[in-house]
């Protein structure tokens, strides 16, 4: 009898390793989902049971949890509520939590790592645990500029400082109330849920981040950057400039806006043809580079297709396939699959703002114990370096005539020297209106993306106006 | 095909010792286990309650004189037995009191009315346990006996079995499976002991028929079949299996004496054919009742997704496997999760409460002490000498392990959920008592199996010539 033992004590031992693997795939892999489902209160009451840390806007608290008499101990609160939801996100008994209020989620409920010692020192001494803070780089006249802007529209609106990182505004339309959306009576929060699923346009989509776009013309900054990087070109090298371009290997045709000629000659400077966004030109430009350089340029600046978090995940910016130069010409004044997200866009205009490096993006300034004791400063990280100082000098002078003799005029202001450059982007609906810019431009404090989806009009008239105000109140400001 | 008692190599050769009996690694695991659950105590209460009480005092002097009176037992009357049977099931016990107390615990904290507490209970049940671990090592000087009573056992055994079907709802249901004895406010389930009682009889009844069950009448596809006429007793032992399943909606001991019989009628024939019948015997049956029955029917749906039936069946899993979730890898720690959000969590549960506050670490660690269990009762049937024995602690090991299985497979969604409780661990007399008495029995025939055989079959060495003989104690 022993052989059919010795398989009867193997079997046990696949039984019981089949058990300690169910066992692990649970309390490991599906651990977080099990973890953060709505329906597993006990993470939820412990966290409502603990002061939730707050996030706070230049001395400012944007989120803040209030003590209340009822069973869930404190109730979430946004003072500014619609101003920064896209950012704060919301903390739903019913939803869970998305944005901010779920990227420093550990930080906020206390639970994080560089917190530890902090709990350990409460365990003993008898005090309540509570959450730490979360300070963001975030400036409010530019945060307030920028939702006023896009008053009436839908869109989105980056500001960066260009020498950081540091995210300054971050505006998305239209906006919500999260004080709705994080009450303790879940029948409130549904309805008011019920409300902005019955609109047409989700408000709690942070258009800044989430969703992207087809860029137009804003996108002849990248393919001019991949021209002057290649040494073969200087703002000054004539492009052709044709008023109507047949691509190649097909039949169709290509126009400048609006059917209009760039220049009599069929022919003009790169910068001329950027002032004037020359459609023809650049995508011939684009043809002549090669899909390569045009593609190396664009990931240089964080068009890479792959996503990251500024704790904020941030949707990828993508070229899309290029299949031939037919569509390398289009790719080349950002249409065909082109799609960028408006932060993304920002950082365009912030590399060039920086002397060539792009540096990586992010929200978060501080992390405060709930002593207010700093326990974590972000230290600014270079991103890359898609372009020389050099180059970003062409650039920069080049996109400074968008602003004093191009389309982007809309986006001056008085006393200061801008740079940028407008897009106004064909899709399914009205066009897309984009700009995007930096001021001052030979010393650049702030440099911003506007969009505004399905404006209709052209970037120049819809968003660099927009632009100009939030770079202007930012400068005020700073005492510029 | 067995290993007759000449050939045993632990049968001691004239002039070697005999093989150590390792009581002293017993008692220092035992020492060990007792350690483990006192502390664990003294956390439960330190987190819940911010205190030690004075019963921690009273509760440990009473658990630690349990397992020092049961070692002093064994040394004295299984001097032989394997020393790891009695500390893991020391290990086990103390873990579920830890655990229910803790559950006690919560359930005072929540304001509940009721606020009998469940440990106490537990711990007499536990000693009943052991008095009748003792009782049986004391009054079963010879495993063997057993095999005489077996027909005996195995009519205690279906009445047993029978009793819940046959009393009215009232006195034998709890949570829809009627599997219990409900009278005069104590809960019985007679299934636990039944188990026992039927495995018993299996071991006797094969060791008697084996030869002839063993006999096969053609091959098909590599598999030797048995002729016709043997299916008797695995028909029968499947009729009863299914009529459980019916008639007490008890899914877990259905599925549990079935797969004991096909497995005991494996090692016994030898032929892996039984398997193969047992299962297609089993699966068939359960489809049949799949189909004809509402609660089974409800049982598959919600094990098959316990979310979508969250509001109903699916909520005791769905709970359980929250609870597993938030524990994740090191667990919430002792009296910082809560494990009182799953219903029943004391008794069918405990392995989530386990999970959930000790965390993967802490559940792994559980699997693997009844893994140990197990194993050593396997081990002690590969070295016992006797066909019954031999048959008899495969069995029993078996039992455990099958048990541990399905229950575990139905806390953590494996399996369909059962009405069966965890060995040693959950809240419950029967059980806890039923497997006191299935390891006495264990802890007896390993003490025979290790036991050095008397020299059998030579000549009875000279008085000059013997061996130094060594005084047992």
């Known amino acids: 009898m022993n052989a059919p033992l010795r398989r009867v004590a193997i079997s046990v031992l696949v039984l019981f390793t089949l058990l300690i693997v169910n066992v692990n795939v649970i309390q490991v892999v599906r651990s977080d989902e099990l973890r ?59 939803y869970g939590n998305v944005q901010m209020e779920r990227a420093a989620n550990e930080v906020l409920a206390g639970t994080d790592d560089r917190l530890f010692v902090r709990r350990l020192a409460d365990l003993f001494t008898g005090r309540d645990p509570s959450g730490g803070d979360v300070v963001l780089t975030m400036d409010p006249a530019v945060q307030e500029t920028a939702m006023a802007g896009l008053e009436g529209v839908t869109g989105a609106v980056v500001a960066l400082d260009p020498a950081t990182g540091a995210v300054l505004g971050m505006a998305s339309t239209p906006t919500y109330d999260p004080n709705l959306l994080s009450s303790h009576q879940p029948a409130e929060i549904r309805d008011y849920a019920a409300q902005l699923d019955a609109l047409e346009i989700d408000p709690r989509l942070n258009r800044a981040i989430d969703a992207r776009y087809s860029p137009g013309s804003i996108f002849k900054v990248v393919v001019s950057a991949a021209a002057l990087a290649s040494g073969e070109y200087t703002p000054d090298t004539v492009v052709p400039a044709p008023d109507e371009l047949t691509l190649p290997q097909s039949t169709s045709t290509l126009e400048n806006f609006g059917g209009s000629a760039c220049d009599p000659s069929g022919q003009q400077s790169l910068i001329d043809a950027l002032t004037i966004s020359c459609n023809t030109a650049f995508a011939q430009l684009g043809i002549d580079l090669g899909e390569e350089r045009v593609r190396e340029m664009a990931e240089a600046f964080g068009i890479t297709g792959e996503g990251f978090d500024i704790p904020l995940t941030v949707e990828g ?15 080349s004044i950002g249409q065909q699959d082109v799609q960028l997200t408006p932060l993304q866009a920002a950082m365009i205009a912030s590399a060039v703002a920086n002397d060539g490096t792009l540096m990586s993006p992010y929200l978060v300034d501080q992390v405060r114990a709930p002593d207010l004791s700093v326990i974590d400063q972000t230290d600014p990280d270079e991103l890359s370096e898609p372009v020389s100082a050099e180059v970003a000098d062409q650039l920069t002078d080049m996109m400074v005539g968008v602003v004093e003799d191009g389309s982007g005029r809309r986006a001056q202001i008085s006393g200061v020297q801008v740079a940028g450059k407008t897009g106004t982007a064909e899709n399914a609906g009205p066009d897309h209106n984009w700009f995007i810019g930096f001021a001052p431009a030979d010393d650049p404090q702030i440099a911003v993306a506007v969009f505004v989806a399905n404006g209709g009009g052209t970037g120049g008239d819809v968003s660099a106006p927009i632009a100009g105000d939030v770079m202007q109140a930012y400068l005020e400001g700073q005492g510029g | 095909m067995t290993s007759g008692p000449v050939t045993d190599p632990r049968a001691a050769a004239p002039g070697t010792p005999p093989p150590p009996k390792r009581r002293n690694t017993e008692l220092a695991l035992l020492g060990f286990a007792v350690l483990i659950t006192l502390v664990a105590q003294a956390i439960v209460d330190l987190t819940v309650t911010g205190s030690l009480t004075t019963e ?44 229910i107390h803790r559950l006690d615990l919560a359930a005072q904290q929540a304001g509940s009315t009721v606020s009998r507490e469940d440990a106490p209970v537990q711990l007499v049940w536990a000693t009943l346990g052991l008095v009748l671990f003792i009782g049986v090592l004391l009054v079963l000087r010879d495993h063997r006996l057993l095999a005489r009573f077996a027909y005996t056992l195995a009519l205690i055994g279906l009445v047993l079995l029978a009793i819940p079907a046959v009393l009215p709802a009232s006195l034998s249901e709890v949570n829809g499976a009627k599997i219990w004895i409900r009278v005069a406010g104590f809960s019985i389930q007679p299934g636990e002991f039944a188990k026992i009682c039927l495995t018993v009889f299996f071991a006797a009844y094969l060791v008697d028929k084996r030869d002839v069950l063993a006999l096969a009448s053609r091959r098909v596809m590599g598999l030797e079949l048995p002729r016709g006429r043997d299916l008797g007793p695995v028909l029968v032992a499947w009729m009863l299996s299914i009529l459980v399943l019916v ?38 049956g359960a489809l049949i009742a ?16 316990p979310f979508e039936y969250y509001d109903g069946s699916g909520f005791q899993v769905a709970q359980a496997l929250f609870g597993l979730g938030t524990g994740g890898l090191f667990g919430a720690g002792l009296g910082g999760g809560r494990p009182d959000q799953v219903p029943v969590a004391k008794s069918d549960f405990i392995a989530a409460a386990v999970g959930e506050e000790l965390g993967l670490f802490g559940l792994v660690a559980v699997i693997i002490v009844y893994l140990v269990l197990v194993e050593r009762g396997l081990r002690t049937s590969l070295i016992c000498r006797d066909a019954f024995g031999k048959l008899l602690a495969a069995g029993l090991s078996f039992a455990i392990a099958w048990q541990v299985f399905v229950v575990l497979g139905g806390v953590t969604g494996l399996l369909p959920l059962t009405g069966l409780t965890t060995p040693f661990l959950a809240y419950g007399g029967s059980s806890l008592v039923a497997n006191f008495v299935l390891v006495a029995v264990l802890v007896r025939i390993s003490d025979a199996a290790r036991r050095p055989a008397a020299p059998v079959g030579q000549p009875k060495p000279a008085l000059g010539d013997a061996p130094t003989e060594v005084v047992q104690t």
């Not at chain 1, 910016?317 to 790719?331: C, H, K, P, R």
């Open chain 2, 56 to 99: 921690l005092a009273t509760f440990g002097v009473w658990f630690t004189a349990l397992w020092a009176v049961a070692h002093l037992v064994v040394r004295r009357w299984a001097p032989y037995a394997d020393p790891l049977l009695l500390p893991a099931v020391a290990l086990l016990v103390g873990l579920g009191l830890s655990f």
């Open chain 2, 290 to 305: 799949y189909q004809l029955f509402g609660h089974v029917q409800q049982r598959v749906d919600s094990w098959l997704d």
């Open chain 1, 36 to 94: 953060s489902d709505g329906r597993n209160t006990r993470v939820l009451a412990e966290e409502y049971d603990r002061e939730r840390g707050s996030i706070v806007v230049s001395g400012t608290e944007i989120a803040t949890s209030v003590a209340t008499e009822d069973r869930l101990t404190y109730l979430r609160q946004y003072p500014q509520g619609p101003l920064y939801a896209p950012v704060t996100g919301y903390y739903s008994l019913v």
């Open chain 1, 317 to 331: 910016s993508t070229l899309g396939e290029i299949e031939n130069d037919a569509q390398l010409g289009v790719s």
């Open chain 2, 247 to 284: 008639f007490e909606r008890d899914l877990g001991s259905s599925l549990l004496l079935f797969g004991i019989f096909v497995v005991m009628l494996y090692v016994a024939t030898e032929r892996a054919s039984w398997l193969v019948i047992g299962l297609g015997l089993f699966a068939g």
